[in-house]
């Protein structure tokens, strides 16, 4: 009888604690939610002033006083078309669309060879060498303008897409990246390939660039969105107004007054345009860019 008293008791006080156990989250659960709304909360305050930029390209004036004024307007084709036609920012778009190419080609070119020599080739003070190529990351950019101009025009290079690339040709960061995935793929791989008597330039073009693809695309995203982004040098070096980039051309809409007022929905309307190309590039290859910031290790 005893018994049977005791086991409704032990019953209840079970039911009490799964009671008690859902009624309260537990506490991962609640990190979990905080981080979420964290995470969405960041979102949200960066995409906020891309929202403000979109609404206010659509607008006649582009003047915002209070947030009833973030309500999308209906000159968004002749905005845009004012933009690209009137005040030539297509041409200024391909300027920067060429440029960043070629940077990413050119750049893209003599880091792998660079990359490929301090990994694979037994070089005399070859450790030295690339802390020397990694010292070249502490010299400022403002520090090399005045030297570098003067270069530039000495060669009569000034106006020309030549000023605007080959300064950017060569880079410590991608050969850093690279020799760090380089060092990353197996030294059976390349002892292989010795036996098998494959040639250095046929290593890298069938065994050492397919093993990279992920992160060749990742690190040539990072390179085209920098040239994308270049405004000061340009903007010293190229005269020519026909001749300049998408970066320099957003200054010319926003110093170009009509009626004592800028045109704020125009530069708006430009800041869009010349956010498109990197945008669309990051959302294609967002995987591979995100392998490039890893250094991966076996």
Same mark, same amino acid.
């Given at each position: 009888?005893?018994?049977?008293?005791?086991?409704?008791?032990?019953?209840?006080?079970?039911?009490?604690?799964?009671?008690?156990?859902?009624?309260?989250?537990?506490?991962?659960?609640?990190?979990?939610?905080?981080?979420?709304?964290?995470?969405?909360?960041?979102?949200?305050?960066?995409?906020?002033?891309?929202?403000?930029?979109?609404?206010?390209?659509?607008?006649?004036?582009?003047?915002?006083?209070?947030?009833?004024?973030?309500?999308?307007?209906?000159?968004?084709?002749?905005?845009?078309?004012?933009?690209?036609?009137?005040?030539?920012?297509?041409?200024?778009?391909?300027?920067?669309?060429?440029?960043?190419?070629?940077?990413?080609?050119?750049?893209?070119?003599?880091?792998?060879?660079?990359?490929?020599?301090?990994?694979?080739?037994?070089?005399?003070?070859?450790?030295?060498?690339?802390?020397?190529?990694?010292?070249?990351?502490?010299?400022?950019?403002?520090?090399?303008?005045?030297?570098?101009?003067?270069?530039?025009?000495?060669?009569?290079?000034?106006? *020309? %897409? /030549?000023?605007?690339?080959? &300064?950017? $040709?060569?880079?410590?960061?991608?050969?850093?990246? #690279?020799?760090?995935? !380089?060092?990353?793929?197996?030294?059976?791989?390349?002892?292989?390939?010795?036996?098998?008597?494959?040639?250095?330039?046929?290593?890298?073009?069938?065994?050492?660039?397919?093993?990279?693809?992920?992160?060749?695309?990742?690190?040539?995203?990072?390179?085209?969105?920098?040239?994308?982004?270049?405004?000061?040098?340009?903007?010293?070096?190229?005269?020519?107004?026909?001749?300049?980039?998408?970066?320099?051309?957003?200054?010319?809409?926003?110093?170009?007054?009509?009626?004592?007022?800028?045109?704020?929905?125009?530069?708006?309307?430009? *800041? %869009? /345009?010349?956010?498109?190309? &990197?945008? $669309?590039?990051?959302?294609?290859?967002?995987?591979? #860019?995100?392998?490039? !910031?890893?250094?991966?290790?076996?």
């Amino acid at each position: 009888m005893l018994g049977l008293i005791q086991y409704p008791a032990r019953l209840l006080r079970a039911t009490k604690r799964q009671t008690a156990a859902l009624a309260l989250p537990d506490r991962r659960d609640l990190e979990t939610i905080g981080l979420h709304l964290l995470l969405v909360g960041s979102v949200l305050l960066i995409v906020f002033p891309i929202l403000v930029a979109a609404i206010v390209s659509t607008k006649q004036t582009g003047i915002v006083t209070s947030l009833a004024d973030l309500v999308p307007g209906g000159h968004v084709v002749e905005n845009y078309r004012t933009v690209l036609v009137d005040y030539q920012f297509g041409r200024f778009m391909w300027n920067s669309f060429l440029m960043a190419t070629v940077i990413v080609i050119g750049k893209l070119a003599l880091s792998i060879f660079a990359a490929t020599a301090i990994v694979y080739y037994d070089l005399p003070y070859k450790d030295l060498l690339f802390l020397f190529i990694l010292f070249t990351l502490l010299l400022p950019v403002p520090v090399r303008f005045i030297p570098l101009f003067q270069l530039v025009a000495d060669m009569g290079w000034t106006n *020309s %897409m /030549l000023a605007i690339t080959v &300064p950017y $040709l060569a880079s410590a960061t991608t050969v850093f990246i #690279l020799r760090q995935h !380089f060092l990353s793929i197996p030294s059976s791989i390349v002892e292989t390939a010795k036996l098998d008597g494959v040639g250095p330039l046929k290593f890298m073009a069938f065994v050492l660039l397919p093993m990279s693809k992920g992160i060749l695309v990742g690190v040539s995203v990072i390179m085209f969105v920098f040239a994308w982004n270049q405004y000061l040098w340009p903007l010293v070096i190229i005269n020519a107004e026909a001749d300049q980039v998408a970066q320099v051309g957003l200054a010319l809409l926003e110093g170009d007054v009509v009626g004592g007022e800028v045109s704020w929905s125009l530069v708006m309307a430009g *800041s %869009m /345009l010349t956010l498109l190309p &990197p945008l $669309l590039l990051l959302i294609l290859f967002r995987k591979p #860019l995100l392998r490039a !910031f890893v250094i991966q290790q076996k």
